[in-house]
Nanobody
Framework: QVQLVESGGGSVQAGESLRLSCVAS????????IYWFRQAPGKQRELVAS???????GYTEAVSGRFAISRGHAKNSVILQMNSLRPEDTALYYC?????????WGQGIQVTVSS
């Protein structure tokens, strides 16, 4: 019943920016923590960013200073602003909401960065 819908992403050149959004609907409980993961071909899934409460954000070192996670205006929504993109940022990006003791995932959205 809970559905996470991601939008944004696409193909850009190195140094450009993209903005990902994820909106959860149909949830019984609000999620206090939200995560963004990514998975590149041949690599393990990697935690990119997290937000706890309204604005307590954390980032993996690889994106620190370039990415920003924030809550959207809609209930149980989250945004990942990605600046100064690099080819190594190319991956499928997934939002993840722990809600009611269960993890819910977005469908995955492709980000491709060319040099």
């Amino acid at each position: 019943q809970v559905q996470l819908v991601e939008s944004g992403g696409g193909s850009v050149q190195a140094g450009e920016s993209l903005r990902l959004s994820c909106v959860a609907s149909g949830s019984l409980y609000n999620s206090n923590v939200i995560y963004w993961f990514r998975q590149a071909p041949g690599k393990q899934r990697e935690l990119v960013a997290s937000i706890i409460g309204e604005d307590a954000a954390g980032y993996t070192e690889a994106v620190s200073g370039r990415f920003a996670i924030s809550r959207g205006h809609a209930k149980n929504s989250v945004i990942l602003q990605m600046n100064s993109l690099r080819p190594e940022d190319t991956a499928l990006y997934y939002c993840q909401f722990p809600i009611g003791g269960q993890d819910y995932w977005g469908q995955g959205i492709q980000v491709t960065v060319s040099s």
